[in-house]
């Protein structure tokens, strides 16, 4: 959930690594900027197997949640967040850098 909607400079974590393929993915508040909001993204034969009503909890989505999540996604998108969240990412690997050799 940490490392999901932009976080890393990327959409999803996993994306920086090329041989990572997740059977499943979670995300949940950062995707609605903090508003209660979370869903599950995985291959259609898991969702197959899951009967109607089995992915609930306080964070499903209602009309205000999805309206949150869409604006949110346009924001990430728009105001170039993936970017300035890569370019924070070197920022701190080079003061954690420096940290280290002193």
């Not at 976080?7 to 996993?14: D, S």
């Not at 089995?54 to 346009?74: D, K, L, P, R």
């Not at 990430?76 to 701190?92: F, P, T």
């Amino acid at each position: 959930v940490q490392s999901g909607a932009g976080r890393t400079g990327k959409w999803w974590g996993h994306q920086h690594f090329e041989e990572m393929n997740p059977d499943m993915l979670i995300f949940a508040k950062g995707i609605a900027s903090g508003f209660p909001f979370a869903g599950v993204a995985t291959k259609q034969h898991f969702f197959d197997k899951m009967s109607p009503g089995t992915m609930g909890g306080t964070y499903g989505g209602n009309a205000v949640a999805c309206a949150a999540a869409v604006a949110t996604i346009q924001a990430i998108e728009s105001e170039g967040m993936l970017d300035n969240a890569k370019q924070r990412g070197v920022q701190l690997m080079k003061g954690l850098v420096k940290l280290a050799d002193k």
